[in-house]
């Protein structure tokens, strides 16, 4: 065989193997859309909900959903090492820092419109930032810190403080951001030693049990079968997006599949103009870009160094 042969022949072995490669990235990619398509309608569907069902018992049916179709799914086909934990006390921190970060997003979107309450809330990725500087005493580059600089400058052009939109309740999102900083760093610790299906599993009950108990406090009957749909729409958006990314992160690296996560800006944009008539004004647009820009380009720099994904946030 020539050297001409052998040079084909080796370039025929080797190009299923990188065409394999890339379908697996771009499967990756394809499933992060879904799964951020999947967020931005749980939250259409929480503000549309939040005018008829009390906020807290949406907030348990969400959960809810999410542990009885997660445990249905999972536990038949991972039997008992789906429970098997190192770590039950940080599992149930974990579930309610989500919780409370949920809650904070159902009484945010009763207040904001859809687009700008979900580039302000995803600007945790630069929170974890401030978090390892000032509590983990990590090391930050003049990059990352200007990227944080970036990214809260583009959250306080949204907000305007001093002008006629900014009022008091444009600070729930931001105590959103704080409590999902927290657990996106609970969750890095965690990925480290636990099964990721582990983590979501132990989530949604401890999201389920934590809400129960106001359950009995805040039930109530609901005019039709209409919100039972919207209710069962929420869960099913929460627990499809959440499986979407776990598959995702099967097929592509996190530093990949991160700077897609913003595509959950373009998606609450497109669910508050068909359900709201909400359109962002010329200046929010503008510190929409700039969260998207620092905040991707954050993520992806966290994921880089601490070889971990970011979640996005949803309520």
């Given at each position: 065989?020539?050297a001409?042969?052998?040079?084909?022949?080796?370039?025929?072995?080797?190009?299923?193997?990188?065409?394999?490669?890339?379908?697996?990235?771009?499967?990756?990619?394809?499933l992060v859309?879904?799964a951020?398509?999947?967020?931005?309608?749980?939250?259409?569907a929480?503000?549309?909900?939040?005018?008829a069902?009390?906020?807290?018992?949406?907030?348990?049916?969400?959960?809810a959903?999410?542990?009885?179709?997660t445990?249905?799914v999972?536990?038949?086909?991972?039997?008992t090492s789906?429970?098997?934990t190192?770590?039950?006390?940080?599992?149930?921190l974990?579930?309610?820092?989500?919780?409370?970060?949920?809650i904070f997003a159902?009484f945010?979107?009763?207040?904001m419109?859809l687009?700008?309450f979900t580039?302000?809330?995803?600007?945790?990725?630069?929170a974890v930032?401030?978090?390892?500087a000032t509590?983990l005493?990590?090391?930050?580059?003049?990059?990352?810190?200007a990227?944080?600089?970036?990214?809260?400058l583009g959250?306080?052009?949204?907000l305007?403080?001093?002008?006629?939109?900014?009022?008091?309740?444009v600070?729930l999102?931001?105590?959103l951001v704080?409590s999902?900083?927290?657990?996106?760093?609970?969750?890095?610790?965690?990925?480290?030693?636990?099964?990721?299906?582990t983590m979501?599993?132990?989530?949604?009950?401890?999201?389920?049990?934590?809400?129960?108990?106001a359950l009995?406090?805040?039930?109530?009957?609901l005019?039709?079968?209409h919100?039972w749909?919207?209710?069962?729409l929420?869960?099913?958006?929460?627990?499809?997006g959440?499986?979407?990314?776990?598959?995702a992160y099967?097929?592509?690296?996190?530093?990949t599949l991160?700077p897609?996560?913003?595509?959950?800006?373009?998606?609450?944009?497109?669910?508050?103009?068909?359900m709201?008539?909400?359109?962002?004004?010329?200046v929010?647009?503008?510190?929409?870009?700039?969260?998207?820009?620092?905040?991707?380009?954050?993520a992806?720099?966290?994921?880089r160094e601490?070889r971990?994904?970011?979640?996005?946030?949803?309520?």
């Amino acid at each position: 065989m020539s050297a001409t042969q052998e040079d084909a022949a080796a370039h025929a072995t080797q190009r299923p193997t990188r065409d394999l490669a890339s379908e697996r990235i771009l499967a990756g990619i394809g499933l992060v859309m879904i799964a951020v398509a999947c967020f931005a309608t749980l939250d259409t569907a929480t503000k549309i909900s939040i005018t008829a069902v009390p906020i807290l018992m949406g907030v348990w049916f969400r959960y809810a959903f999410q542990a009885a179709a997660t445990t249905l799914v999972l536990l038949p086909r991972h039997g008992t090492s789906l429970l098997r934990t190192a770590h039950p006390k940080y599992h149930a921190l974990r579930g309610a820092l989500l919780l409370t970060t949920s809650i904070f997003a159902f009484f945010s979107l009763r207040y904001m419109p859809l687009a700008e309450f979900t580039s302000i809330v995803l600007i945790a990725p630069l929170a974890v930032t401030l978090l390892a500087a000032t509590v983990l005493k990590e090391q930050v580059s003049v990059l990352r810190w200007a990227l944080v600089a970036g990214g809260f400058l583009g959250t306080l052009v949204i907000l305007r403080p001093g002008g006629g939109a900014f009022n008091w309740a444009v600070l729930l999102p931001l105590g959103l951001v704080a409590s999902n900083a927290c657990f996106q760093v609970l969750t890095s610790k965690l990925a480290q030693t636990e099964n990721p299906l582990t983590m979501h599993f132990y989530t949604g009950w401890v999201g389920t049990l934590l809400a129960s108990v106001a359950l009995p406090f805040v039930w109530q009957s609901l005019p039709s079968w209409h919100w039972w749909a919207l209710l069962s729409l929420m869960g099913l958006a929460g627990t499809v997006g959440h499986f979407m990314l776990i598959l995702a992160y099967q097929r592509a690296p996190a530093s990949t599949l991160t700077p897609y996560l913003y595509a959950q800006i373009a998606f609450a944009m497109l669910g508050g103009w068909l359900m709201f008539s909400q359109v962002p004004d010329a200046v929010s647009l503008v510190g929409m870009g700039m969260i998207a820009v620092c905040g991707a380009a954050g993520a992806w720099l966290t994921v880089r160094e601490r070889r971990v994904p970011i979640e996005p946030v949803e309520g």
